[in-house]
């Protein structure tokens, strides 16, 4: 499809280029020198203690149960609005996902009401979503783990660079996990990053990125290590060094790109306020400094979700759906019938939830034609 303005698109520039470029001259392709260096310019930008870098957000988010000893007999809850990838981490360590639901039509993070009544005996952790870079309620969060003794794991995909009362999404939790799949707010294709404030959970995540061993090649290659042992069953997660070169170029453009992220979504906001006030624009009353990864709005009661799609189709702009909701999906039915009743809200911003254009390149005026198309997709009645 050759979109006039896609839902999303790149930053890459020159210095991606020429990064990647050094890595192939320098022979050494796997996780070595420029992976660490990236490693801890995330952990600097974000505040952070330790930070480690993997082949992609949904290992990090695997790594951060195993570190944390989740496995068959607990429970871990979860919002139920968010991408497929959170829920299934939970289940790759045969724990039991225990949906929550948002907190309301304009606050689309887990609701801290909704954790607190999913919570059982056999409650373990809550894996929660900061939905689009938008901070959810930490405090609060935090105060509900402190007092039921339960890890928090932060899915922070949409939320790099992202920040609440000065602290860094990602960091208030036990472990973080972020993604740099290419629709990302940082891309390198396809890698994740994990971060932590405790050393004995950095080197458990060390450990398990690379088979279990205590030793690297990258050691071995230094002259630091003549061989290793195995000491827990480990995967092999790790990111490679090219991609870690084109890490370090988009983590230097990250505040920038989401300061423009954050006019752009302002001006969506204000004009579909003045065009189309029928039009829900959730986190208009957002804390802190958000991610603004997603432009997410919700169509008015009795509007076809489909039809309206077609209709920005037709005038070339691309919309997408986050998300359809994991528990109308065919391998969490079970989970859905516990769930039952309990997700309401969830179900009622799921059927009407749109995503519109958002990207740092996009200009003020590709916006408000967005805007004008959005008024009269609506306006005709589709
Ligand atoms: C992108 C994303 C992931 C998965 O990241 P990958 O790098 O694609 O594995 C997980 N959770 C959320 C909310 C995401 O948006």
């Known amino acids: 499809m050759n979109w006039k303005i896609p839902l999303s698109d790149v930053d890459f520039g020159v210095e991606e280029n020429l990064a ?8 050494w392709l796997t996780m070595g020198e420029v992976t660490q260096k990236f490693e801890q310019e995330f952990a600097e930008l974000h505040q952070v203690k330790h930070a480690l870098a993997v082949a992609n957000g949904t290992a990090a988010l695997h790594l951060a149960c195993t570190a944390l000893g989740i496995g068959p007999g607990d429970e871990v809850i979860v919002p139920s609005l968010t991408f497929v990838a959170t829920a299934n981490a939970i289940r790759y360590t045969g724990a039991t996902v225990v949906f929550a639901d948002i907190t309301s039509s304009t606050d689309l993070c887990v609701s801290p009401a909704s954790i607190e009544s999913a919570i059982s005996s056999a409650t373990r952790a809550v894996m929660l979503m900061h939905y689009a870079g938008y901070a959810c309620d930490m405090p609060r969060i935090m105060e509900i783990a402190r007092s039921h003794k339960l890890w928090i794991v932060e899915d922070a995909a949409h939320a790099a660079g992202a920040s609440l009362n000065g602290r ?3 960091t208030f939790g036990d472990i973080g996990c972020y ?8 891309t390198t294709g396809e890698g994740g990053m994990l971060v932590t404030n405790s050393d004995e959970l950095a080197d458990k995540l060390r450990i398990l990125r690379s088979h279990g061993m205590t030793t690297l090649t990258w050691d071995r290659h230094q002259g630091h290590a003549w061989s290793y042992d195995v000491v827990a069953l480990g995967y092999n997660y790790r990111i490679d060094e090219l991609r870690a070169a084109i890490g370090r170029v988009q983590l ?3 505040n920038h790109n989401n300061k423009r992220r954050g006019e752009l979504t302002r ?15 959730p986190f208009q009353e957002a804390k802190g ?5 997603i432009m997410p709005i919700l169509l008015p009661t009795g509007t076809d979700r489909i039809k309206f799609m077609e209709t920005m189709k037709a005038v070339g702009i691309q919309t997408s759906i986050h998300y359809p909701p994991i528990h109308h999906f065919s391998i969490y039915l079970a989970e859905s019938q516990k769930a039952a009743g309990r997700l309401s809200l969830t179900e009622f911003v799921a059927d009407r939830e749109v995503t519109l254009p958002l990207y740092p390149k996009l200009s003020h005026d590709d916006v408000l034609q967005v805007a004008r198309a959005v008024q009269r997709a609506i306006r005709t009645g589709s």
């Open 20 to 27: 990647v470029q050094e890595v192939l001259k320098s022979g």
């Open 289 to 293: 400094l958000p991610g603004y990864h």
């Open 179 to 186: 993604s740099f799949f290419s629709n990302k707010n940082m």
């Open 168 to 170: 860094f999404l990602g």
């Open 267 to 281: 001006l969506y906001q204000e004009t579909l306020q003045e065009l189309v006030p029928e039009v829900i624009v």
């Open 252 to 254: 230097a453009k990250l």
